[in-house]
């Protein structure tokens, strides 16, 4: 019999080999809206830096030739 390996249900006995957590303690799983909002909010935040970055080294290199 064939396993159907695009399950993605996790048990009880396969979340308890696979995270190093206490006994006893739930599982805690981020929903995925959640994990959406994280990724942007890092996105933006990296992508607001890169372009600090950018700005502090155009100013810095452009202008040192006069």
């Known amino acids: 019999m064939a396993i159907n390996i695009t399950t993605t249900r996790r048990t009880r006995e ?23 909002v994280v990724l942007w909010c890092f996105g933006v935040a990296c992508a607001v830096s890169l372009g600090f970055a950018f700005k502090m080294l155009m100013n810095a290199t452009l202008f040192a030739v006069r």
């Open 14 to 36: 396969s979340s308890d080999r696979q995270s190093p957590q206490m006994p006893g303690m739930p599982v805690r799983n981020m929903p995925g809206w959640l994990w959406f």
